[in-house]
């Protein structure tokens, strides 16, 4: 007995769903907000905020070393953020744990509300349905997994952002199975830090992923790093100045600048072009005031202005990157036999942007272009459904996506990708690797492991190139004492499970094959580690 609830864990914002009493689909506010800005604030190492607050005192108060935004694109990178808090203790922290703190306070807070409406035991989280960008690679699936988990969700299953946007938009637009006859609905979600796009039928009471691309890197941000680009050029021209875009080439014993005042300048250019660029959606001239310190310590009033047209110049790249990618996607969807796709569906802060909507129709047809309604809910509503009707586990469309494999790590093939997993082999699947020691007496062995998306870069070759991520690192550190080099070789079964993430085992066999340690040796994943 619990309930069910359905969470769009955005990278701008999360929006938590659930049935009220009356069986109505409904957001569950957190401290007042159905949208929460997916933000955390800590006033000291073991003190912090989330949400509307975090990000007032971010942004406005000017604490960005104090705050952590935009966190979830990097939830499985192992880098960790370094954060000052309000008090001055600093640490270093994980994405992912970082996530962890943010679902935590999210799960005390709707419980809490579900428990008043409900009851004790009704009002219990039971099931949750956690939406992922359609591009998140395993180890990011495991670690929004393992962040949930750990949060306090007791079951949480991954459903790609776009899909659940198309079954709530089924249910919004009250399409039943006669109407929707060999239809498929195309959902092109373009947010605040990925772009994601996918098509999906219902067949019978079952939601079908038909096909799902996308870019994690690819949204809104995107977008406002542009404008804000092009505002610092202006803005260095405007004072003399040689600021660089990013902190990276920022050298404290070069410029005469303290880091804290060019960081407070890139905070504020950044904030001016996103207000800008959202004020571009609804007029054709936007004006804001930036403080800016300039090189002797003293401060300006920078008035940044653009056009529609200078906005369009600078992110139509961006956006016909994702009109190509939408259109690979339903040329995959026809090679699938797949041929009536309509409606196409809109969700995403950023299809706001007029020019998204107007490539769009240029590119595509026209009148099936729709926006869904109350967009900023749309996921997490599907989600919600989703988690009702048990069905996350049916939807995947149950195949690899992408390439899984290793880099050559000697001679003239050197950095050259090679693929151990196929796409578009059913889940799950297990491909073995066998690999040799480099030395007699080795007893730890270190395999990177990278995705190519060789749908979408089917020229990616090497690991350097666009299109081939290091995904994770399998640490082997319990191999016996005493291998010979030449006569041992270590067997790697590597599996995509059913949901996506990764497992590994290895067995140790000497010359003849024949296996030298009974049993399997464990292998860690880096992305495991703390
Ligand atoms: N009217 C608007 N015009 C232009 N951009 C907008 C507008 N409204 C919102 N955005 C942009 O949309 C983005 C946020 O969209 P959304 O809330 O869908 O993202 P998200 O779900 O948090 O992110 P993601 O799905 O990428 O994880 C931000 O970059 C914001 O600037
Ligand atoms: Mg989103």
New binding site residues.
């Given amino acids: 007995m619990g309930k069910e609830i359905g969470i769009?864990?955005?990278?701008?914002?999360?929006?938590v769903s659930y049935f009220n009493k009356k069986g109505k689909l409904r957001q569950l506010k957190y401290k007042g907000d159905e949208?929460i800005p997916?933000a955390i604030y800590f006033y000291s190492k073991n003190e912090y905020v989330i949400g509307s607050l975090a990000k007032r005192l971010i942004i406005f108060d000017n604490q960005k070393q104090a705050g952590v935004l935009n966190f979830?694109?990097k939830i499985g990178e192992k880098e960790k953020i370094v954060v000052t808090a309000e008090n001055g203790d600093t640490f270093s922290i994980r994405p992912r744990e970082v996530a962890r703190l943010f679902l935590n306070e999210i799960v005390h807070g709707i419980e809490e509300k579900l428990i008043k409406e409900f009851g004790p035991i009704e009002g219990c989280i039971d099931k949750t349905v956690i939406t992922v960008?359609a591009k998140f690679n395993s180890t990011d699936k495991a670690a929004i997994k393992k962040a949930a988990k750990d949060a306090g969700f007791k079951t949480a299953k991954l459903v790609a952002?776009p899909t659940a946007a198309a079954v709530a938009c089924q249910e919004d637009m009250g399409l039943d199975e006669g109407d929707i006859q060999d239809k498929a609905i195309l959902v092109y979600?373009?947010?605040?830090?990925?772009?994601?796009v996918s098509i999906i039928r219902k067949e019978g009471n079952k939601f079908q992923e038909i096909a799902t691309n996308g870019d994690k890197n690819l949204?809104?941000?995107t977008?406002?790093d542009r404008l804000a680009e092009e505002l610092l050029n202006r803005i260095n021209d405007e004072y003399g100045m040689e600021l660089p875009f990013s902190e990276d080439e920022f050298d404290e014993s070069y410029y005469t600048m303290p880091l804290i005042h060019y960081r407070q300048n890139m905070l504020a250019i950044w904030q001016a072009a996103?207000v800008i660029?959202?004020?571009?959606?609804?007029s054709a001239e936007a004006r804001k005031v930036c403080n800016i310190w300039l090189d002797d310590g003293t401060s300006a009033m920078y008035e940044a202005e653009f056009s529609r047209n200078e906005l369009e110049r600078y992110i139509s790249r961006d956006v016909q990157r994702t009109i190509d990618i939408t259109i690979r996607t339903i040329e995959e969807a026809r090679e699938m036999g797949v041929e009536n796709i309509s409606p196409i569906v809109l969700?995403?802060?950023?299809?706001?942007?007029p020019f998204v909507k107007k490539s769009l129709e240029d590119k595509l047809v026209k009148d099936e272009i729709i926006y869904g309604d109350d967009?900023?809910t749309l996921?997490s509503r599907g989600a919600t459904i989703l988690a009702e009707c048990d069905l996350a586990d049916e939807l995947h469309d149950g195949k690899t996506n992408v390439q899984t494999g290793i880099a050559v790590t000697s001679g003239v093939q050197y950095g050259k990708f090679q693929a151990i997993i196929p796409e578009n082999e059913p889940l799950p699947c297990s491909k073995t690797r066998r690999f040799k020691l480099m030395h007699d007496g080795q007893q730890r062995l270190e395999i990177h492991l990278y995705e190519c998306d060789v749908k979408n870069f089917p020229k990616a070759v090497r690991i350097d190139d666009n299109g081939i991520t290091l995904i994770d690192t399998l640490i082997i550190d319990d191999l016996p004492a005493g291998l010979q080099k030449d006569n041992t070789v270590i067997d790697v079964e590597i599996t995509i499970q059913k949901d996506d993430t990764l497992a590994a085992v290895a067995t140790v066999k000497d010359g003849t094959g024949n296996t030298i340690q009974s049993g399997s040796v464990s292998v860690k994943k880096e992305s495991d580690l703390e």
Wanted: proline share 5%.
């Fill in positions: 769009d864990f955005g990278t701008t914002n999360t929006v949208i997916s979830k694109p960008p952002e979600d373009f947010g605040g830090g990925t772009f994601d949204g809104g941000n977008l406002t996103d660029k959202e004020e571009l959606s609804e969700a995403g802060g950023s299809s706001n942007i967009v900023s996921i």
